[in-house]
């Protein structure tokens, strides 16, 4: 007999876990709404109870990151997102309008193929497995050759936790010989219905390329504008919270600072008194020469380590409580490092004259890489945000957050994730933050209440009927400017120029507050929109 070489037999494999896997998922699409609820929450609670377990082993096998943040990534990625999806329907009939006469039908997609990162190892196949499962799918991981000691081993968890609660073997796999024909026979497999990708931009685009439907994630590039309005001090808090966050790992973390100049100089002393380094023209060189390698993508290197590690390789010394790198920009281009992603503590800074510039700059920054995904703003001025919103090409826009935590809905309301669509404009199929509703088909059964003699009467456009009532329970709705920070007056800045905007001096806000009397909160909608006035003239 002729022993399959090591790629025949991994594609093999891959075959055989793709067969169990829909072997599995027949038997669990007949499982009710409340049997798949429970295999989902014993998973989330078994992989949060090994959480730091996983932490260290990502982080000893890839050299990324700090275990410690790791640590709140896994418990993110399983209680977080547990508690999100618990209450969703997903199973069965889950919407029926019975004014409107329409019922909506979850159907499971089937088996789903998912990629694993190295920067995110653990984290990414807890999420995907329990927005797979609640979907009512099977889900068969590649896990990335560099993290393959810490992805099985959290493999290993959540395929015990699914067969203790119940679920059938095989609906929760992965491919244990890594090979890249054994990734290529998942993907092209005729009984996978989709490829849920996270990873570099070549096997993203290798998933699309398979002909196999695909939801993905893309490379980040997200700029972080500080608008004169901002709370300064706040603002650098986060952005630098945000960075060190796993040494910036996080694809939605900022990866560059704009800056209004008329604020620059009280930003950069707060950035200095909060741990970041202002690299000169030659140590910005150095550390530009690490960043990339010649066919112009990240060097692994450089990801996942500490500004001091990072400024010691690239032959320059720092102080020793050094949280950032930062390096004066102003030009963009894809051999510019300091314009593009850069998954370590590093950001390229820029000065401009005025928020209409700066959009300019943000347009720049995302064109030249990360389109559709994040932006983060901080300020106070509503009309800045309603401006950048309406036009600017991301999915997720941050307001006064740090954007590594905003962007996978750790610190803000959006959808728990570790999956960041980029739509259309980045090149995917999907601009959300990828839930189990991405996962399954909607089957619309809709009932006749019209019949042709209807549709041919003439159009009354003045007797048209009231629209049903909804049977939807009204949610409180709750703006954004709803932010404490909006609430705090705005401290006092760098001396601006007599063409600085003062719509938001202190001037201001005493004549909003003399007019309507003093803050409470009864009457601070009021002074918002005295204020808000102001901005109109």
Sequence with gaps: MVALDKDLQ?????????????????VFATFSQEKIDSIVKHIAIESALHAEELAKMANEETGFGKWQDKVLKNTFASMRVYEHIKDLKTIGIINDDKINKVMDVGVPLGVITALVPS???????????????????????????????CSFRTLDIVKKAALEAGAPAGIVDGVTMLTLEATKELMHSKDVSLILATGGEGMVRAAYASGTPTISGGPG????????????????????????????????????????????NEVHRELLAQGAYFMNEDEAKRMASMLLRANGTI?????????????????FSVPANTRVLIALQDTVSPKNPYSREKLCPILGMYIEEDWQSVCHRVVDLLTNEGLGHTLVIHTQNEDVIRQFSLEKPVNRILINTPAALGGIGATTNITPALTLGCGAVGGGSSSDNVGPMNLLNIRKVGYGVRSIDDLRQPAQPCSVAQPAVSTTVNQPQISILDDDRFRQPVTASAPVSNAADNRFSTAAITEAVVSQGDITEENVEQIIKAVLGRLNK
Aim: glycine share 4%; hydrophobic share 40%; charged share 20%.
């Design 299 to 315: 060097n692994p290197e450089v990801v996942g380590k500490d500004a001091i590690t990072l400024s010691q390789r690239a032959g």
């Design 10 to 26: 991994s594609r093999q494999l891959a075959r055989e876990l793709v067969r169990n896997a829909k072997q599995a998922q027949k």
């Design 119 to 149: 920067t995110n190892p653990t984290s990414t196949i807890i999420y995907k497995t329990l927005i797979a499962l609640k979907a009512g799918n099977a889900i068969v991981f590649s896990p990335h050759p560099n993290a393959k000691a």
């Design 221 to 264: 590039n997200g700029p972080a504008f500080i608008e004169r309005s901002a709370n300064i001090k706040q603002a650098v808090n986060d952005i630098i919270t945000s960075k060190t966050f796993d040494n910036g790992v996080i694809c939605a973390s900022e990866q560059s600072i704009i800056v209004e100049r008329c604020i620059y």
